[in-house]
């Protein structure tokens, strides 16, 4: 690429970026320079290739470097998500950085030996295009730092599983009944299982959030071979009169014949 110094600016440029976000510990500032890479350099070189041979005004090149590096984003998304490394920002800069010095490579060959040098443009642009052009990356930046910031979710619901396994060593007459808490605070539970129309069985206890518990119930007092309905029904400890959760299964008394 000797002679084009637009295109060593954006090859060194982009690579320079890509070093940049990957080592700076501040985020904020890592997609400060993740953002030019992403937003704009692929699609620059894919212009710069594709019109290599004929003049385009700035706005339609700008224009299109954005659109053309939006439409590489979404591609090499799905190329990366079906290689062995997956997703993450090393193989985004590996692939971005290889789309740009590709690109550049095809730009400077097609170029029928023009050299072009890196220009400064003589006049300063209008005002009212430097504001928008200014507020359009200060917007592309903030929408990536809001991308990767955890807000907080203080109206988020949470929700509890309760369910019934039978085990089946037992043929199936010992059941298995869980509870896993994905409540947003840890929480007091009330759990309460019928079995047959006799035998209640109640467990109380405290779970937080992600944390899960077991009870295994069984065999029925029955006939042989006889199926005795289960019924499990979960309990807020703040709210008793109201059923959280309830699932039902049966149980078969041992003894049966085969």
Known sequence: MRGHGDLRLL?????A???LALILP?????LLFAAPLALFAPGCAIVAATFARRDLDRHRSVVLSVALSLATLALG????NYLPGGIHGFSWAVLL?????GGCRVAARRRDGKRSALRLPRKAPPRLRLALTLAGLAAAIAALVLANT???AHDA????ELWIVPIA???RSEAEIGVRSNEQTTTDFDLGIQIGKERLIKRSFVLAPGEGTTVRIGPPLAAAGSNVPVVATLLLDADPAHVYRRVQSTLKAPGAVR
């Open 11 to 15: 090859t060194w440029g982009s690579l």
């Open 77 to 80: 998304a799905i190329v990366l």
């Open 97 to 101: 950085l290889l789309v740009v010095i």
């Open 157 to 160: 619901l949470g929700f509890s």
């Open 150 to 152: 955890t807000l907080p």
């Open 26 to 30: 501040w985020e904020a500032l890592s």
């Open 17 to 19: 970026c890509a070093i």
């Open 169 to 171: 060593e037992s043929e």
